[in-house]
């Protein structure tokens, strides 16, 4: 069975530091793929990142870059010079069984990381 | 402005009672999910609707029930047989040519 684990449950840093969320998956499926998620406190999820298992390149997007290591099961997280507004709920998610492209997804998600910037 | 729209944004029941929660999508995604969230938790698929009049049982579907008569509605009914009601419920939907799924403000219910 798929699983995600995220092992940090709250971190909390100070305004202009970089921090790295851990996100750690098990599944058996050859083809999947890696999501992030923003939960802020209004409670709507936000599409950060989608990552197929065969892309193994690192992305960045802004301030947020992915690294995606198929040896060691993770998809990690970071966030270079951080600032308040990315406080939030940070979730890593798996899709369960091939990703069917029109078809409906089932994510798996982690338990998700609290993330505190402080000014 | 396309969007999922998840409503009331709060909703308290007495125990025993059945409540429903709604959930439209103007966006004309065929897919729709209902997850459930507890307090630092991640997110539990409860049912998934992959296209009108079709549902699927997800991994915590047990004192649920769905409909999906409409491509933009898949309304969710607590049933009094759920023994712990009280979460923080998330609506989705998916897709287009990305296939993403989106999500809803979310609706949290309190069952006193």
């Known amino acids: 069975a798929q699983k995600v684990t995220q092992a940090q449950t709250e971190i909390s840093v100070v305004e202009k530091e970089d921090v790295t969320l851990d996100c750690v998956y098990e599944t058996r499926d050859t083809t999947y793929y890696l999501f992030w998620y923003k939960q802020p406190p209004s409670g709507e999820l936000v599409f950060l990142i989608r990552r197929n298992s065969f892309d193994e390149q690192n992305e960045i997007s802004g301030r947020y870059s992915w690294n995606f290591q198929k040896s060691t099961s993770s998809f990690n997280f970071t966030i270079t010079a951080s600032q308040v507004v990315d406080s939030a709920v940070y979730f890593c998610a798996l899709s369960e069984a091939p990703y069917i492209i029109q078809g409906a997804q089932k994510l798996v998600f982690g338990q998700g990381t609290r993330l505190t910037i402080n000014p | 402005d396309g969007g999922i729209t998840q409503s009331p944004k709060y909703l308290f029941r007495k125990e025993g009672q059945n409540v429903t929660l709604s959930c439209e999508q103007n966006l004309n995604h065929d897919a729709m999910y209902w997850y459930r969230q507890d307090p630092g938790q991640g997110l539990r698929l409860i049912y998934y609707?992959?296209?009108?009049?079709?549902?699927q049982k997800g991994d915590i579907a047990e004192g649920y029930s769905v409909s999906r008569e409409k491509k933009e509605s898949f309304p969710l009914t607590v049933t009094s047989a759920q023994k712990n009601p009280t979460a923080f419920y998330l609506c989705?939907?998916?897709?287009?040519?990305?296939?993403?799924?989106?999500f809803g403000p979310g609706t949290r219910l309190t069952v006193l």
């Open positions: 989705a939907s998916s897709g287009g040519a990305r296939n993403e799924q989106f």
């Open positions: 609707s992959q296209i009108v009049n079709d549902f």
